[in-house]
């Protein structure tokens, strides 16, 4: 006897695509089965006419993020409640966010501090990469291999400090190239993974130095500072590095450039483990859009770019040197996210967690590349590359009953009177082909109709270990 039989859907397993009934048990997929072979059940969801996919994994979200510019109130982003609450409406079941520790902290304490919030009000599934800037000591490189065992194998850095001057808590956002190599020979050794945000500082200190002299600072020109150039340079020598540090497995975040894309299927094509995502910010945006008159909305660091690029990063995605799509969430009210209008001071991140499912199940269809691919790069590869696959990212027997049910066939406009991630959203006006119907964490429906029913604090921890087939690079994902 099952606890819940899903019955009567169009299921995307790892293996077909067909109506066929889930049996769950414990919250996890227990059973399926071929149309009114189920067996029995104690309680039956009807799921027919509707598409049921693995929920989504966001696998970059900034909550509870302090956004400090000089100029402006200090303003934080929304937290798990707000960002997990919507994610689950939208159909996305499980968040990586960042543990930023402090300089005088240890990665274990850091990462408690912040599990200690999500433990207390999410109500969605979590796991955190650990951000490690600045110039590293001994002591913090030496904490890495006890980070991975403890279920966090990945590591964030940034090769820019992004900002003109922020240095975040007054260390550098920026690890030097020393430090990076120590930590990619670390992680190689002991199982873990470097995500990237990857831009050259150089270039873009230049950019901002340059602007300012030509007194050009408009955010328009956002993507002049950074830019493809950047991209190219930094993905370039990365890639390089990490190659000659044996092949350690890279993830670049949110590629926003053809340039960057070009790189990384060079690497790919050489076996190499470089892995990436993309934002749907930047494949369905562009610069251009940074000309309305509140078009701060749409930036997310580094830039949206030129159309050719968004066009590259959809082929991307279609010859696989693009894994993955994330949001980059870091939702404010709107009064926050437009109160900069300079390139040295406009807000970044994006609100736009709950709508992203329905918008890439249109896209993808739109562009008729499969509901195949639009699992793989919602959910199924992002699970396999940072380390919780097939218990997340699969509808499979034995994996968690993680669910999204579409209701596909729609002509729905996005508008931000029906989310709840903020009061505005960057995709007002969009039209979807699909949305939500119900969402189900680990078996329980905790969304239905755009309107959340399940345990708000019922989120939970997902330990991670990454597979060792990720050192196949192109071979695995
Ligand atoms: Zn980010």
Redesign the pocket.
């Known amino acids: 006897m099952f606890d819940v039989a899903l019955v009567g859907g169009f299921v995307v397993t790892p293996n077909e695509e067909a109506l066929l009934d889930l049996g769950i048990t414990d919250g996890k997929i227990a059973a399926i089965a071929n149309p009114g072979e189920l067996g029995e059940a104690k309680k039956t969801v009807d799921a027919t006419g509707l598409t049921l996919v693995p929920g989504g994994i966001d696998p970059?979200v900034?909550c509870d993020l302090a956004i400090d510019h000089e100029g402006h109130d200090l303003a934080v982003s929304f937290g798990p409640d707000v960002v997990g609450t919507a994610a689950l409406i939208g159909g996305t079941t499980m968040l990586i966010d960042?543990v930023w520790k402090d300089q005088d902290e240890s990665i274990r304490s850091g990462i408690d501090r912040v599990r200690e919030r999500w433990d207390s009000v999410s109500p969605i599934d979590y796991s955190f990469h650990v951000v490690l800037r600045g110039r590293l000591d001994r002591a913090t490189v030496a904490q890495i291999p006890e980070t991975i065992d403890a279920g966090f194998p990945s590591f964030k850095v940034f090769t820019t400090n992004v900002f003109p001057s922020a240095p975040v808590g007054g260390v550098p956002l920026m690890i030097d190239f020393g430090s990076l190599q120590e930590v990619l020979e670390t992680t190689r050794d002991n199982g873990g993974i470097v995500a990237i945000?990857s831009e050259d500082d150089d270039i873009v200190q230049h950019m901002y130095r340059r602007l300012l002299e030509e007194d050009r600072m408009e955010y328009t020109n956002m993507h002049l500072v950074h830019n493809s150039l950047s991209e190219d340079l930094s993905f370039r020598r990365v890639i390089r590095l990490a190659g000659q540090v044996g092949n350690a497995p890279i993830y670049f975040?949110?590629v926003s450039a053809a340039s960057g894309v070009d790189a990384i299927a060079e690497a790919r094509r050489d076996d190499q483990p470089v892995f990436a995502e993309t934002l749907h910010q930047y494949a369905l945006h562009t610069r251009h859009d940074y000309e309305e008159h509140d078009g701060m909305k749409y930036h997310t660091?580094p830039s949206l770019k030129e159309h050719e690029d968004a066009a590259r990063l959809w082929s991307g995605i279609a010859d696989g040197s693009i894994s993955a799509f994330a949001t980059?969430e870091?939702s404010t009210s709107y009064q926050v996210k437009t109160q900069g209008n300079r390139v040295d001071d406009v807000v970044g991140?994006n609100a736009g967690i709950e709508p992203r499912m329905s918008l890439l199940y249109t896209e993808f269809d739109k562009r008729g590349l499969g509901l195949r691919a639009f699992v793989n790069a919602t959910s199924t590869n992002v699970a396999k590359i940072m380390g919780m696959y097939p218990q997340k990212g699969a509808l499979a027997v034995g994996s968690d009953a993680d669910i999204v049910a579409f209701r596909t066939g729609l002509d729905k406009t996005i508008t931000k009177d029906e989310l709840h991630e903020s009061d505005y959203t960057p995709w007002e006006g969009w039209q979807v082909t699909a949305w939500p119907a119900m969402t189900l964490l680990r078996g329980a429906v905790v969304a239905e109709e755009g309107s959340f029913v399940g345990d708000p604090t019922g989120g939970q921890l997902v330990p991670r270990s990454i597979s060792p087939e990720v050192a196949k690079g192109r071979r695995f994902v």
């Open positions: 970059h900034h960042f945000h975040m949110h660091y980059d870091q991140g």
